[in-house]
């Protein structure tokens, strides 16, 4: 079967209850979506694979929960104030706006030559690229636009300034900022990472194709710091480790591939950047625009530790910190040096990878009607619901006691539920559409020899299981 596109999934995720468009009984709000159901255990599941894989599965790993609004000075140095922004171009006719990098045109030779914004610059201006809202071809410069959302703390007035402050569009500063507390109460030595999951936003110019790029989205970060000197072999390393956790998760390699960023697209602290991209466009004609960001694993050298500093050791004293009451350096006991550990840091969403793992473990299969059922075929570690106890007859008590007890036994163990609401081939359809990946089925039999039938989702095929044996079968199974 061929991949399926996001279209697909949208549907599939809204009629089964993973993610509904935001506030719909009000016309909704552009780009902006709640997770239902099924949608919250995936990211629920998602968040802890990828926090047992960093966290508890390692030695040299600290976990932090920053807040979402920070002092502003640590964007102020962060350098987020100043850059981090996009280019944005509007056109005259439509009054639409789009950002300019994503605009659809191929740079010719002499543009390819250029810094990106001056090459879109370049073709805006001489080659008059079209707006892809009504073609028309009078569109503006790009001019920066800060993507952080302001607001006001307290009960200041809102146009005194000592109020602004900004939600964080990124909860890697969170990490930075809290290095010494973390490295006086772990006793840590290098090297070492600190990882944070959480919201951030940004208030992107054209959010858009589903939860893959919104406004308000999750992030799984981790800080890893490292002498200088062994950042570029640790670097590669994490780019190793990450793509193999994707496909871990059961994401086919032929669906990721690794993209090098080129020296005109890294972030100004970046020493090299390499992203995981998942081919999230299929249906896109062009080979190179099926692909796009999963997650991006960055050198950020010592750039963070060094400009949150109180005393910053910046020859020309460029990154002068007046306000900062600390310094970040690390000192190292055996070797007696004073240093600005460097930083690896990989950065994945937990709503793209979620987004991805939908598209990836989405299927078809017809059964012996002649009816084609969706089957989505989610690594169980992430699958909404483990296992679903079915009762063949509902009028029967004691069957549905049995049912039901079983489940209860079954949910200190693992995520179960009970279903009695159809026959037993629309129950399977249902739980095979959200990624169950075993349905249990309570029958007249069950009463005689205390044992049930498992159903696998992706064979279809039964076994004939006793009820004590149960909680060690799923589990076993589940494990794989
Ligand atoms: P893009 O180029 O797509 O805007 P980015 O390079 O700015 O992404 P990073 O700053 O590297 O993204 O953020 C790390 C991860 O956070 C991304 O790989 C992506 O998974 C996620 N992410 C970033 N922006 C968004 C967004 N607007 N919506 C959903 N996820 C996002």
Redesign the pocket.
Known sequence: MSAPNIETIVSLAKRRGFVFPSSEIYGGLGSAWDYGPFGVELCNNVKQAWWRWMVYERDDMEGVDSSIILNRLAWKYSGHEDTFSDPLVDCRDCNSRFRADKLDYLPTEEERELPAPEAIAKAIRERRIKCPNCGSKDLTEPRPFNLMFRTHVGAAAEDDPSSLVYLR??TAQGIFINFANVLTTSRRKLPFGVAQIGK?F?N?VT?GNF?????E???M?MEYFVRPGEDEKIHQDWIDNCFNWFTGLGISANNLRLYEQPKEELAHYAKRTV?IQYRFFPEREEQDRQW?????I?NRTDFDLRTHSKKPEDAEGKRLNPDSTEDLSYFDEATKERFYPYVIEP???V???VLSVLMDAYSEKTNDKGETRVILKLHPTLSPIKAAILPLAKNKPEIVGMAKAIKRSLQPLLRAVYDDTGGIGKLYARQDEIGTPFCVTVDHQSLEDEAVTVRDRDTWEQERVKVSELPEHLSTRLKG
């Open positions: 569009p990124e951030s940004r992107e959010p939860i893959f790029r919104t406004r989205f999750e992030q970060e992203d796009d960001e999963l997650m991006g960055a950065a994945a969403g709503n793209r990878t």
